[in-house]
């Protein structure tokens, strides 16, 4: 949502004769409104690639297959869990943001261009503190970036994908520590049916309560919101 504001208010040139529309006594033109609707089709995209988003519903996924839930919790509240958990996390930078770009832009003391500028600036500052400098000089060298003397010059367009490459690696390490605990459970509940003589009995059916209650005693869903939490840099 952050860069979503940023990118709508970036300066646009139309390659073809303007057309203007009247909004509200003001002449918007028809290629601006058009690519405005553009922009606004790739919102998600836009939040899952520049904030803490995709991390987070990663992770989700994964506690719900550890548990060997399918769909409890459903796809929506994990979705909503990850939105709302992300703003939190974001807070710092959407303050930033506001304070240093949005309310001098409101009042009209900044141009649109000096908007642009100074909002993108804490978004490559939280995307460059959670990016691992082996995922950033991978993209540089792809890029083919010579001279980096601060890495706070870099595009944006490098910093993104460097920043969902550490966020993917990051995702899924604590996906595997995730399914360690429940693994166990799994295995001790197969050995056991085993050793009865109870094949037929499915494994999953019996382990099932007995990883619920593991995830309910020591306070499951406090500790990943904890663990998501303090694992971002902001």
Do not use: H
Not at 85 to 109: D, H
């Amino acid at each position: 949502m952050i860069s979503l504001v940023v990118i709508l208010l970036l300066p646009m040139k139309a390659s073809a004769a303007q057309v203007n529309v009247d909004v509200n006594g003001k002449n918007v033109d028809t290629l601006q409104i058009i690519e405005t609707l553009t922009i606004l089709s790739l919102a998600p995209s836009i939040l899952i690639m520049t904030t803490c988003f995709t991390r987070i519903i990663i992770v989700l996924s994964f506690l719900r297959n550890a548990l060997g839930l399918q769909q409890t919790p459903p796809n929506q509240v994990l979705l909503g869990i990850a939105l709302f958990l992300s703003l939190f996390i974001m807070q710092p930078v959407i303050s930033e943001i506001n304070t240093q770009a949005y309310q001098p832009f409101k009042e009209q003391k900044i141009t649109q261009e000096q908007f642009a500028q100074k909002a993108v600036q804490p978004l490559k500052k939280f995307m460059l503190k959670n990016t691992k400098k082996d995922d950033l000089n991978l993209f540089i060298n792809l890029s083919q970036t010579k001279d980096v003397k601060d890495i706070s010059q870099l595009s944006i367009k490098v910093i993104i994908p460097a920043f969902m490459t550490s966020e993917l690696k990051r995702a899924f390490t604590i996906g595997f520590l995730i399914f360690i605990p429940f693994l166990i459970i799994d295995m001790i509940v197969s050995s056991t049916l085993m050793s009865m003589g109870m094949i037929m009995l499915p494994p999953a059916m019996i382990s099932l309560p007995f990883k619920l209650l593991l995830f309910v005693l020591v306070d499951g869903w406090g500790l990943i919101f904890k663990t998501l939490a303090a694992s971002f840099n902001v």
